[in-house]
């Protein structure tokens, strides 16, 4: 049996940011990592926030030395190629004025295993296994896990609270621990990707996304010198009529989707293979409770159009680690559950940056209108990922008055195929 | 000049680069071509300007905007309303 203050079973970058931020207020933990690191993983570019959590973390300078690509903003290229909108990365100054900033877009592989690498150089200690059991206390609260280590024999690790950074895989939902995860709104969709050689790049390398028609688009982001990260998104529907296997599919829509997109992809070299994730979409609501919490994707996961998986995982593992810190310095100890206002805080950005993806699809005209003219600088602020502000501001309220109406249109529209 | 003309006007000599001969009130703009939907935007813009009004963010949709008949009988509902 081991002991430890917070036991992290996932070693992705939520996990091991947890780690770092938790190494700051001195408190000890324990990861615990099943695949041997590096190892491959999608989403790879950052929000301006994103990037702030690398800094937090004391990792720009190691950033900048790796040549991980810089990016200045994220482009949108709509249907055929025309109606771009361009959204820069930049952070707000002590002042409140927006000012000119970059994050990054990565290969996950380096990425992730120097957030690893990081976390044990601050203390945290890394154990190859795979969690397989949560302990429970008396009085029910989890009080650790149970880990199946790399020779096969079964380990018990006891520890103040357990963090859940198991990404997709939501380990304490699947034990039964956290909720029942529950189908999110977008998951009737198939993303398919590649890492590709001799892509045709922009003076910058900033994160270009390309828009075919609703739930169908491309990405394309540098993510080194030579490779670029390219992914196509379509309706479950629409890639299950395709005949032919993944790979021709995959280099069918490179070139269909949009001119813009094609046009960068003359002759390229797939050097990864061509992976699908499908029926991505979920949300685990009861995320918290007494000994847990969970962190990014292993509680919900919306829409990767506008990158915020990165910007979740290390956003939350900042969070949970003050969570966690002021509970270990004694508050709510007594709480029916000490985490609530972590679990709280945590829906309330997930739920903007739905609503902000929701609002791109059913009405690209008023985003477009928001963007362009009318709430800009909010815009800004919502693509940078700063979605935790209190009073919302005008143009996410904006947002979700369209999506009120659409959403009360489409009541009344099938209210109407009832009658 | 009414509402009609004032939007063919604009359109045409704005958006269309004066090309295009008479415009049918109800042509759908975007499906059409004539504009592209940043050409929507400057007309929202300009709705808002020529007429003194600002359109209510949830109404900035397509509906609203499609053809020079959809801003019109917008335009009457806003007024009335």
């Known amino acids: 049996m081991m002991k430890t203050d917070v036991v992290i079973v996932g070693g992705g970058p939520g996990g091991a940011a947890t780690a770092v931020f938790l190494a700051k207020h001195g408190i000890q933990s324990i990861i615990i990592e099943k695949e041997q690191f590096p190892r491959f993983h999608i989403g790879e570019s950052m929000t301006g926030e994103c990037g702030n959590m690398v800094r937090a973390m004391g990792l720009e300078e190691e950033m900048l030395k790796r040549n991980h690509p810089v990016k200045y903003g994220v482009l949108v290229y709509g249907q055929g190629g025309n109606n771009t909108f361009w959204v820069p990365v930049m952070k707000r100054d002590e002042q409140g004025n927006l000012q000119d900033s970059f994050t990054w877009q990565v290969r996950r592989s380096d990425f992730d295993k120097m957030v690893l690498d990081h976390a044990i150089a601050q203390g945290a200690t890394l154990i190859q296994g795979q969690a397989t059991k949560v302990l429970r206390a008396e009085d029910g609260a989890v009080c650790g896990v149970q880990v199946r280590l790399a020779d096969g024999s079964v380990e018990e690790i006891h520890a103040e609270v357990v963090v859940d950074a198991s990404g997709a895989a939501t380990f304490l939902s699947n034990a039964g621990v956290a909720s029942k995860k529950e189908r999110g709104k977008y998951d009737r969709q198939v993303a398919v990707y590649s890492h590709v050689k001799g892509a045709i790049r922009d003076e910058q390398d900033n994160t270009l996304i390309f828009y075919e028609k609703k739930n169908h ?149 008023s985003f477009a209108f928001f963007v362009h003219t009318r709430y800009v600088d909010d815009f800004i602020d919502l693509f940078a990922g700063r979605v935790y502000q209190d009073p919302p501001s005008p143009g996410l309220q904006a947002i979700r008055k369209v999506n009120a109406k659409a959403r009360a249109k489409k009541t009344a529209v099938s209210a109407q195929a009832y009658a | 000049m009414n509402t009609v003309e004032i939007l063919k006007q604009y359109i045409k000599e704005e958006l269309m680069n004066g090309a295009g001969g008479d415009l049918d009130v109800n042509e759908n703009l975007l499906a059409s071509g004539i504009i592209d939907s940043l050409g929507v935007l400057r007309l929202v813009s300009f709705v808002e300007e020529r007429f003194n009004i600002e359109v209510p963010d949830e109404d900035v949709t397509l509906d609203n905007f499609q053809s020079i008949q959809a801003i019109t009988d917008y335009l009457t509902q806003l007024q009335s309303a």
């Open chain 1, 217 to 365: 688009w491309g990405w394309f982001i540098p993510i080194d010198a030579e490779t670029v990260s390219i992914g196509v998104v379509a309706p479950s529907d629409y890639y299950r009529a395709y005949e032919g296997d993944m790979r021709s599919y995959f280099l069918q829509q490179m070139h269909k989707i949009n001119p813009e997109l094609s046009k960068r992809v003359p002759d390229v070299e797939l050097v990864e293979e061509v992976r699908a994730t499908s029926n991505y979409s979920y949300h685990v609501k009861q995320f918290t409770g007494k000994g847990f919490l969970c962190v990014g994707d292993s509680h919900r996961f919306i829409d990767p159009i506008f990158s915020f998986g990165l910007h979740f995982a290390l956003t939350e593992a900042r969070l949970a680690a003050q969570a966690i810190a002021g509970y270990m310095n004694g508050e709510n100890r007594d709480a029916e559950n000490p985490f609530a206002d972590y679990q709280a805080y945590s829906e309330l950005g997930m739920d903007v940056i739905e609503d902000l993806v929701d609002c791109f699809w059913e009405n690209p005209l």
